[in-house]
Nanobody, 115 residues
Framework: QVQLVESGGGLVQPGGSLRLSCAAS????????MGWYRQAPGRQREFVAA???????NYADSVQGRFTISRDNAKNTVYLQMNSLKPEDTAVYYC?????????WGQGTQVTVSS
C-alpha cells in the first residue's frame, strides 16, 4: 500500500534553513505529481508546493522565492528546501500526491521557527 514518510523537521531560528524529505512507496513514484502541505496550530492544512512528474514546480505565494521543491525518482523521494524561514512557517509539514489523497497522509514532520 501507499506509504509516505516525512522527515527533516526541527527547531530553527528565523532566517534559517531546513530540508525536508518524503520517502514514498507503494506506487510508481516517477509517474505521479507530489506535493508538500502544512498545518499550523488552529488552522486548516494548506498547500505549500508541488512538482509534477515532468518536474514542473509551483508554490504558494507565501513561500515563493524561499522554498524549493525537488524530487529524486531513483530514491522515490521528494524534497522541500526551505530558506529564509519565518515564524509563520511553523507547522507540521506533510507530503502527498497531487491531488492529495485522504488515505495517504503520513505523520508529518514538525517545523518550528523561533528565536
Amino acid at each position: 500500500q501507499v506509504q509516505l514518510v516525512e522527515s527533516g523537521g526541527g527547531l530553527v531560528q528565523p532566517g534559517g534553513s531546513l530540508r525536508l524529505s518524503c520517502a514514498a512507496s507503494g506506487f510508481i513514484f516517477s509517474l505521479r505529481g507530489m506535493g508538500w502541505y502544512r498545518q499550523a496550530p488552529g488552522r486548516q492544512r494548506e498547500f505549500v508546493a508541488a512538482i509534477t512528474s515532468g518536474w514542473i514546480a509551483n508554490y504558494a505565494d507565501s513561500v515563493q522565492g524561499r522554498f524549493t521543491i525537488s524530487r529524486d525518482n531513483a530514491k522515490n523521494t521528494v524534497y522541500l528546501q526551505m530558506n529564509s524561514l519565518k515564524p509563520e512557517d511553523t507547522a507540521v509539514y506533510y507530503c502527498n500526491l497531487i491531488p492529495p489523497t485522504g488515505g495517504y497522509w503520513g505523520q508529518g514532520t514538525q517545523v518550528t521557527v523561533s528565536s
